[in-house]
């Protein structure tokens, strides 16, 4: 079984699980042992399907402004802590690989395997959400083609995406590839670097 193939259905469950209450205010109750990968593939996707239905909240043009400024605050949290657990993950894959010696000729790969995790993640919401549009009993039949149109893309850019995923951890593990953690350093976040913050102390 490849990465992926064992990544999709955690992320499949945990969309699942989300939506047994469709509510941003419930409780994860990860199913997977404390530190395992399934865990964090799990976690990974409940924190993007929660921010998935921030985004939609925060669209509402009926919504107060105390409100939007909250879920504004709520979006920066969920934000980090996503950019927080792609780290993680990296740190998983650096652990995994942490004996193999590249090649001479190696290179290294326009992004890490974990963000490509993210993409993927944030793909099968994508899949979801398509689908479910796709099946609308109460939308018209030009709107439920146009959502099956998109949804033969999506599922099409999932093959593609698995394949390039597996396909790097694959060249890493043989020495073909090797990966570096960047941190992400957002300033923005920072008390020390944003000006808007360090000019208030």
């Given at each position: 079984?490849?990465?992926?193939?064992?990544?999709?259905?955690?992320?499949?469950?945990?969309?699942?699980?989300?939506?047994?209450?469709?509510?941003?205010?419930?409780?994860?109750?990860?199913?997977?042992?404390?530190?395992?990968?399934?865990?964090?593939?799990?976690?990974?996707?409940?924190?993007?399907?929660?921010?998935?239905?921030?985004?939609?909240?925060?669209?509402?043009?009926?919504?107060?402004?105390?409100?939007?400024?909250?879920?504004?605050?709520?979006?920066?949290?969920?934000?980090?802590?996503?950019?927080?657990?792609?780290?993680?993950?990296?740190?998983?894959?650096?652990?995994?690989?942490?004996?193999?010696?590249?090649?001479?000729?190696?290179?290294?790969?326009?992004?890490?395997?974990?963000?490509?995790?993210?993409?993927?993640?944030?793909?099968?919401?994508?899949?979801?959400?398509?689908?479910?549009?796709?099946?609308?009993?109460d939308a018209?039949?030009?709107?439920?083609?146009?959502?099956?149109?998109?949804?033969?893309?999506?599922?099409?850019?999932?093959?593609?995406?698995?394949?390039?995923?597996?396909?790097?951890?694959?060249?890493?593990?043989?020495?073909?590839?090797?990966?570096?953690?960047?941190?992400?350093?957002?300033?923005?976040?920072?008390?020390?670097?944003?000006p808007v913050?360090?000019?208030?102390?």
């Open positions: 079984m490849t990465f992926t193939e064992m990544s999709w259905p955690i992320f499949e469950q945990a969309i699942a699980d989300y939506h047994k209450t469709d509510n941003v205010n419930t409780p994860i109750q990860n199913p997977y042992e404390l530190r395992s990968i399934a865990y964090y593939l799990y976690l990974k996707c409940w924190i993007d399907t929660v921010q998935w239905h921030y985004e939609d909240l925060i669209r509402d043009p009926d919504i107060q402004p105390e409100e939007a400024v909250a879920l504004k605050r709520r979006i920066d949290k969920s934000n980090q802590d996503r950019t927080d657990l792609v780290e993680l993950i990296d740190s998983y894959f650096l652990d995994q690989y942490k004996d193999v010696v590249p090649e001479a000729d190696a290179s290294i790969n326009t992004e890490t395997p974990a963000w490509a995790v993210d993409r993927l993640s944030i793909l099968a919401l994508k899949i979801y959400h398509m689908r479910e549009q796709a099946e609308r009993s018209s039949a030009e709107h439920r083609e146009t959502c099956w149109r998109k949804l033969d893309v999506l599922l099409e850019q999932q093959k593609d995406l698995s394949t390039a995923l597996d396909t790097l951890l694959e060249d890493i593990r043989c020495g073909r590839k090797y990966m570096k953690l960047y941190k992400q350093m957002k300033m923005y976040n920072d008390p020390s670097t944003n913050l360090y000019g208030k102390a």
